[in-house]
């Protein structure tokens, strides 16, 4: 019977990874990914929920058509992979096979969020409490590969990038929709972002305690600047809900300290900090989108709705739409956030340094 090591050299070869970096070529042995809607590629088809995107007008642009992205083409997870050299996009946990797992596995689920609750209004959903136990299965297979060697899995899995872009829910489908969740009944917005980066913490700690070593955590944007926001609260003399994006900026402002404290306190981890905030684009007319309001797709009814309507049609001048949805950005945002996380532009775009950085380690 072949020994661990030489299980893990057949696994290296199918994957055609050279264990030693050439630039070009693939930088880091795996992807991993955790999140919502916007890095969901496909756990969410087979699922009683709400929350799909694998139907027609989603998918437009990607060359498999609607596969379960939020998006018209590419995802954020999808521009990430692309950047660290991978010769194809990682597979989502519910089709996920075999020796496949070792490239990585995107876990990530469309209303999905910190806590259990967020999103259930919408259906089933995979929380990061649930893709946690899933990378927790996928690591038990993967160590059966090695013929249950679990210290040769988790050096595999410590050379690893692992993207978790989590909290979008914990607002969205949760925060701000008091009919159906008492939470802003309960909190104020800094006491409620100081429960979601408690929790948030301690399961960053036990993605850590299953191997990870490299982790890229995603802040949250300007969710106050979504279409479907936008139609559900309105505006007065602003472009944007400011009392929605003063509320997640409490989060957001949490997360650094968090990362430090993850850094200082777990031996032998790289924990860095995306500033979506700081990566939103200033001057989106540079990039040729014109259009920051209006959703690409045509929507089920309204916009506060926030899905594309099965089969519906969608803009022809996607290029210059920022929202393809009421929620989600199009694909071209979704390249700008994958290439400034990777690649940064300005200082405050990541902490402490980027993704190409953390592949280097």
């Known amino acids: 019977m072949a ?23 693939q930088q880091v042995p795996c992807l991993f990914i955790m999140g919502d809607s916007t890095y969901d590629n496909g756990n969410n088809n087979n699922l009683l929920t709400a929350a799909k995107a694998n139907y027609p007008p989603y998918g437009i642009d990607f060359p498999d058509g609607p596969t379960g992205r939020f998006t018209n ?8 992979a692309e950047l660290l050299g991978f010769d194809k996009y990682i597979e989502p946990f519910a089709t996920v096979k075999g020796v496949e797992m070792f490239r990585g596995v995107n876990y990530a689920s469309g209303a999905a969020g910190i806590l259990d609750e967020s999103g259930i209004h919408l259906g089933d959903r995979i929380s990061l409490n649930r893709q946690l136990r899933n990378h927790k299965v996928t690591i ?16 595999y899995l410590s050379k690893c990038i692992y993207i978790v872009g ?104 790289e924990f860095i900090y995306v500033n979506s ?14 259009n920051l309001l209006e959703p690409c797709c045509e929507m089920t009814s309204t916009i ?28 071209i945002p979704n390249k700008v956030t994958a290439t400034r996380a990777y690649s940064a532009l300005l200082r405050t775009d990541v902490y402490p340094f980027d993704i190409s950085h953390l592949a280097l380690l």
């Open 73 to 80: 083409g590419r995802n954020i997870a999808d521009f990430i």
């Open 166 to 269: 989590m909290g979008n829910n914990d607002y969205i489908n949760n925060y701000l929709l008091p009919q159906f969740y008492p939470s802003s009944l309960l909190y104020k917005p800094e006491k409620y972002a100081t429960i979601l980066i408690q929790q948030y913490e301690k399961q960053l700690k036990t993605l850590y305690r299953y191997g990870a070593r490299k982790v890229a955590v995603f802040g949250l944007g300007g969710i106050g600047c979504i279409p479907a926001e936008l139609d559900l609260y309105g505006t007065k003399d602003s472009a944007c809900v400011d009392s929605i994006n003063k509320a997640v900026q409490y989060f957001d402002d949490k997360l650094i300290p968090m990362i430090d404290d993850l850094n200082s306190n777990l031996p032998n981890t």
């Open 304 to 331: 506060a709705n926030g899905q594309c309507k099965y089969g519906g049609g969608a803009c022809s001048d996607r290029a210059s739409h920022y929202f393809w949805d009421g929620f989600h950005p199009a694909e």
């Open 277 to 290: 905030t700081s990566i939103e684009i200033r001057d989106p007319s540079s990039i040729g989108i014109t």
């Open 3 to 25: 020994s661990g090591i030489i299980v893990w050299l057949l696994v290296m070869a199918t994957l055609k990874l050279n264990p030693l970096l050439v630039k070009g070529e």
């Open 140 to 155: 038990s297979h993967m160590s059966t590969l090695l013929e249950n060697n679990k210290t040769l899995t988790k050096e």
